[in-house]
């Protein structure tokens, strides 16, 4: 199993920053990607971004140039930098984990930290 904890949101105003992070234990294989989704009312929850094990990024369109994922792997800890952020950006953030065993994937999420960008 992993457990996944999430902290770091909360409100900010338009073109403010703020950073969160993840820290993932249990049993966490070598081969994974984690990432950042978000859902806010009344909508589908979004990737925003993921890292995975090697280092390779993606980002949502929406957040390029904007948004820095980054992950600690001695840690198990994934981050969020974001910057210069709209009230568009206002939602739950969860953190999430996905690792595979043989043909198997695992997938794993956060409780969810909300994040409020005030116009």
């Known amino acids: 199993q992993v457990q996944l904890v999430e902290s770091g949101g909360g ?4 073109g403010g920053s703020l950073r969160l992070s993840c820290a993932a234990s249990g049993s966490i294989f070598s081969i994974n990607v984690m990432g950042w989704y978000r859902q806010a009312p009344g909508k589908q929850r979004e990737l925003v971004a993921g890292i995975n094990s090697g280092g390779s990024v993606n980002y949502a369109d ?4 904007r948004f820095t994922i980054s992950r600690d792997n001695a840690k198990n800890t994934v981050y969020l930098q974001m910057n210069s952020l709209k009230p568009e950006d206002t939602a739950v953030y969860y953190c999430n984990l996905k690792h595979w065993y043989g043909a198997h994937e695992y997938d794993y999420w ?5 994040v409020t960008v005030s116009s």
């Open 110 to 114: 956060g409780q969810g930290t909300q």
């Open 11 to 14: 409100l900010v105003q338009a």
């Open 62 to 65: 929406s957040v390029k140039g």
